[in-house]
T-cell receptor, first 111, second 115 residues
Framework: QQPVQSPQAVILREGEDAVINCSSS?????VHWYRQKHGEAPVFLMI?????EQKGHEKISASFNEKKQQSSLYLTASQLSYSGTYFC????????????FGKGTKLSVIP | GAGVSQSPSNKVTEKGKDVELRCDPI?????LYWYRQSLGQGLEFLIY????????KSGLPSDRFSAERTGGSVSTLTIQRTQQEDSAVYLC?????????????FGSGTRLTVV
């Protein structure tokens, strides 16, 4: 089942912070985060595995709450380059090899 | 190669025609995936290949869709008797097995337009 992302869209001014949430109705083994700029391929940001948390970038980090079956992506001191659509992708078990993606959150950073 | 390569980048076809989309994954990546992205929508899983195992075809929307992966490398997604609802961007991705904590590397996609 497709994870649910919120918000669907957000507009930030440079330097502001944002949180993007990803919720699943199923138990999760891993959560991936990707960013897609208009007309480009999605780019891998980070992965969070059950029992651990991984920070992929200095100002972009994420958490994974296994009990709540949720993950949140934190963007601090946003830059214009952060603009794009953010997707979470989830897998349900160690033997699951493909990800189910949410519909995405469109982030726009303005000067 | 340095990245995942997909061809063609754009394809316009008439309704009812067959199309073939090609994906050349990163060398050494054992897993290969096809996803479809419609305008404003998320990424819809189509099919997954892992090594020499039987592919997971659970996401293919109809029997008009098929895919193969030759020699554990290049993959071809074939859509027969195309319909207008098949219009979308078809993305290919490759990775090491997800169980090792690796992410996908996506290709730039093939934009398919059925007229």
């Amino acid at each position: 089942q497709q994870p649910v992302q919120s918000p669907q869209a957000v507009i930030l001014r440079e330097g502001e912070d944002a949180v993007i949430n990803c919720s699943s109705s199923k138990a999760l083994y891993s959560v991936h985060w990707y960013r897609q700029k208009h007309g480009e391929a999605p780019v891998f940001l980070m992965i969070l595995l059950k029992g651990g948390e991984q920070k992929g970038h200095e100002k972009i980090s994420a958490s994974f709450n296994e009990k709540k079956q949720q993950s949140s992506l934190y963007l601090t001191a946003s830059q214009l380059s952060y603009s794009g659509t953010y997707f979470c992708g989830t897998s349900g078990g160690a033997g699951s090899y493909q990800l189910t993606f949410g519909k995405g959150t469109k982030l726009s950073v303005i000067p | 190669g340095a990245g995942v390569s997909q061809s063609p980048s754009n394809k316009v076809t008439e309704k009812g025609k067959d199309v073939e989309l090609r994906c050349d994954p990163i060398s050494g990546h054992t897993a290969l995936y096809w996803y479809r992205q419609s305008l404003g929508q998320g990424l819809e899983f189509l099919i997954y290949f892992q090594g020499n195992s039987a592919p997971d075809k659970s996401g293919l929307p109809s029997d008009r869709f098929s895919a193969e992966r030759t020699g554990g490398s290049v993959s071809t997604l074939t859509i027969q008797r195309t319909q207008q609802e098949d219009s979308a961007v078809y993305l290919c991705a490759s990775s090491f097995p997800l169980v090792r904590g690796h992410g996908y590397t996506f290709g730039s996609g093939t934009r398919l337009t059925v007229v």
